[in-house]
């Protein structure tokens, strides 16, 4: 442990050195939240608690117009109910799909989990229309703002609204521009697993004032083909996305899986902001679907909700420049299974802000309340 505080003291006090020396090159930013975590399922005397220090260093080191590299380290120190109860806890904390483990429990006992992980480590070379980087990176395909089906590479959780980074890939990504609006794209991301791969390629143009994508690929055991769109019908906007996945090696007969979202979105003069979305899963077992199962699980393209008809709302609006509220909620007529997300985001002074958030989990068939957590979260950036 202490080697590695000293290898990030050394490189931050090297990089602020060097940038103040030669500030056009290097680079760094990031941030530090307390994150206080209060749970129960429907009495208040069940309460838990659990405390999440996140820090995060942003490196970057620019030698030349073409290229860039990046570094990036993601420090929590989490304590309280979570870590000595919630069973795999410390495991799922310092999962790490890529071919390379750089995801470390330094400290890890009854109560206290320190991990440290390398989410971002990159090289970037840009030239005339080509664009091509390689090592661990976020490769987004995804159009909409809540379920990407589109979004192989790096599927993320949405209740995870403390990662706005999202997970990366180790993998290599080629880009060529073959106009203003048009490049073809070609991904290819390697997991520790023989069958954790995807190699895949995009079209993406622009017709009729839409952006339209074209996806191909092998998908870890499947054939994946999809598309995508993001446009507006007059003045709302309008996206989806749909992928099909067939198993390569039982194509005949097999249990194929259809995934697609759409999204409307729409501002008002005003300030307020509306927000819906629909899902379809072919994958889903609505038999065995539970809301709980979303809270800590790894989502995967093929299955972005544990249902198999899921919606979202969201409607949001500023009551000053500095004060935003919204209210969102989940979906999905198995069991009436609902989630109610409401949020409200206060800038306390420059780079500090404030954040509340709560997650509750309800199923109305049977009148369950399944969970309630309340996040306060104070950032600091730099």
Do not use: C
């Amino acid at each position: 442990m202490k080697r590695l505080l000293l290898t990030y003291l050394l490189l931050f006090t090297l990089t602020t050195i060097y940038a103040q020396e030669r500030e056009e090159k290097l680079f760094l930013n990031g941030y530090i939240k307390n994150l206080q975590e209060f749970s129960f399922v429907d009495r208040l005397e069940q309460l838990q608690w659990t405390t999440f220090l996140h820090n995060r260093l942003n490196f970057k080191y620019i030698p030349s117009n073409s290229i860039t590299a990046r570094l990036e380290v993601r420090n929590r120190v989490i304590y309280g109910n979570n870590v000595k109860n919630i069973p795999g806890f410390s495991d799922y904390i310092s999962q790490d799909n890529g071919i390379v483990d750089l995801s470390w429990n330094i400290i890890y006992n009854k109560d206290l989990l320190f991990n440290s992980t390398i989410d971002r480590a990159l090289i970037n070379y840009t030239k005339g229309d080509w664009d091509i980087t390689v090592g661990r990176q976020r490769v987004n395909w995804g159009m909409n703002l809540v379920w990407n089906p589109n979004d192989i590479f790096n599927t993320y959780n949405y209740l995870d609204f403390d990662y706005e980074e999202r997970p990366g890939s180790d993998a290599i990504r080629i880009q060529y521009f073959t106009g203003d609006f048009s490049k073809i794209e070609v991904a290819a991301k390697k997991g520790k697993s023989a069958d954790d791969k995807i190699i895949a390629a995009m079209y993406k143009f622009n017709k009729a004032s839409y952006d339209i994508q074209l996806i191909t690929g092998v998908y870890k055991k499947d054939w994946v083909i999809g598309a995508g769109w993001a446009g507006n019908l007059k003045e709302t906007g309008f996206k989806g996305e749909i992928s099909y996945f067939v198993p390569y090696e039982s194509y005949v007969d097999s249990e194929n899986v259809l995934s697609g979202s759409l999204s409307v979105d729409y501002g008002f003069p005003g300030g307020l902001y509306l927000h819906g979305s629909v899902l379809y899963n072919s994958n889903a077992e609505d038999s065995t679907a539970n809301l709980g199962d979303l809270v800590f699980t790894s989502l995967t393209a093929k299955n972005l909700m544990p249902f198999k008809y899921s919606g979202f709302l969201q409607i949001a609006n500023e009551f000053t420049p500095i004060f935003r509220w919204s209210f969102s909620s989940i979906y999905s007529p198995t069991n009436y299974s609902v989630i109610i997300i409401p949020s409200l985001d206060y800038s306390i002074a420059m780079n500090w802000d404030l954040n509340f958030t709560g997650q509750s989990f309800f199923e109305f068939e049977d009148y369950q309340t399944l969970g309630n957590i309340l996040f306060v979260r104070l950032r600091w950036s730099f």
